[in-house]
């Protein structure tokens, strides 16, 4: 059999997972109607499932097969195949996640998993972020622009909540989800009174070891299963800071990114970021695109000054800082002006790039501190690029770029 009738069988088996995963569906609905009075935990029945000819393929074939249908679909939305294979059964499941590997090394987003892992060292991540004033929603896409058939692929979306003395982005990895107590909750980034200072919040805590370590904390359940006094557990994995310009007399915004998760040895030769390789609740590939019920929770908000210092402090190292880079004024246009390559072609107070701050003492080579780690611009109306590398994870660099959405008075 050819190569391409593998492939060709591989998306067919993908209908065939939908139509069970839609029964399984309806089966489970009808149990929670029967037991509408009791609370249960989510559990997924397992009833007998025929996974057809390629369920027991020998183990050197199958990793033969899915190597080099990894190879071959190196870009959305034909790089799905990847996670059809993993969601055949536990064995081609683990196969699969043995063989992608994570962004930093491959450069590519497979697994929702990635979009908690560090970014590529080397060319950065290009996605873009449409916002959606009516509803007060933001859609992070992987690309470097819209496609004219809008079936670009969805990566994590933001919906802007007002409160009295603050304002919060709730982030999710489905598009009409922002439930704090969904499996698809991400994190949220939060805003101060004046819109000074943010707060970015991951769902679960920058490393394996933590996860286990936390897990009953972090764990989370459908909403209408789960007395909703049980809390979400939110981790402070950095803190945003725009300096006060009340008399706009220094030019644009001027920004500060302290990363508590990530330690500054990770940009020196040699170091490395935190990368989970798993979400500290049973997380399946096909929540991705599953959305689950929605309701109200109460979330407790857990930072380095409480008993979770070891899951956000990353081993008492000093953390990365990152700061704006600093623009030039274009004399004959008249305006402030940075080299965006092409990425960025509308002027806005809100385009940034990003790069560490470093002192001389640190050692760290000149060509790592002039990186940009993370470029935000605007395209068009309501259209904005985002580009981020090593070490800033797609949802770290997607809650910075919120930041910049929301209203700064006396900033500007």
């Not at 088996?13 to 149990?31: C, L, V």
């Not at 007399?249 to 302290?258: F, K, L, Q």
Request: proline residues 7%; glycine residues 4%.
């Amino acid at each position: 059999m050819s190569f391409k009738s593998i492939v060709r069988e591989l998306r067919e088996m993908k209908d065939g997972i939908g139509n069970i995963s839609r029964r399984g569906a309806e089966r489970k609905q009808h149990w929670s109607n029967r037991t509408r009075s009791h609370i249960v935990p989510d559990v997924a029945f397992s009833d007998p499932i025929e996974q057809g000819q390629w369920a027991n393929l020998p183990p050197e074939l199958l990793l033969d097969i899915i190597s080099r249908v990894e190879e071959s679909e190196a870009s959305w939305p034909a790089r799905s195949v990847i996670v059809f294979c993993a969601s055949v059964c536990k064995s081609w499941r683990e196969i699969t996640k043995d063989i992608v590997k994570t962004p930093e090394e491959c450069g590519r987003l497979t697994f929702p998993i990635s979009l908690k892992q560090p970014g590529p060292r080397e060319s950065p991540i290009q996605c873009f972020i449409k916002r959606d004033r009516a509803n007060s929603v933001y859609r992070l896409y992987f690309g470097m622009t819209p496609s004219e058939d809008e079936r670009d692929k969805l990566l994590l979306a933001a919906k802007k909540i007002r409160r009295a003395t603050s304002t919060d982005f709730v982030i999710s990895l489905v598009a009409d989800d922002f439930s704090r107590a969904s499996n698809t909750y991400a994190g949220k980034l939060r805003s101060n009174f004046l819109g000074t200072k943010f707060s970015i919040y991951d769902s679960q805590p920058p490393s394996d070891a933590a996860i286990q370590q936390r897990g009953r904390l972090s764990r989370r359940f459908h909403a209408k299963q789960v007395s909703p006094r049980v809390p979400a557990c939110n981790y402070r994995v950095a803190t945003i800071s725009y300096e006060l310009n009340v008399l706009r007399t220094r030019g644009p915004r001027r920004m500060h990114c302290a990363m508590h998760s990530i330690p500054l040895s990770s940009i020196q030769e040699g170091g490395s970021a935190p990368t989970p390789t798993s979400f500290p609740q049973s997380f399946d590939e096909k929540t991705f695109s599953a959305p689950l019920s929605k309701a109200k929770e109460s979330a407790i908000e857990i930072n380095s000054s409480g008993f979770s210092r070891s899951a956000v402090t990353v081993a008492s190292q000093e953390p990365l800082v990152l700061k704006n880079k600093a623009p030039r004024w274009h004399e004959q246009l008249q305006c402030w002006c940075l080299n965006f390559k092409g990425r960025v072609t509308v002027a806005s107070v809100k385009n940034f790039q990003l790069v560490a701050a470093v002192d001389p003492s640190h050692n760290i080579p000149v060509a790592e501190q002039e990186k940009v780690i993370l470029q935000f611009g605007k395209i068009g109306k309501d259209i904005f690029t985002m580009d981020y590398c090593y070490p800033l994870s797609a949802f770290q660099a997607f809650a910075i770029c919120l930041s910049s959405f929301d209203t700064k008075p006396a900033c500007e």
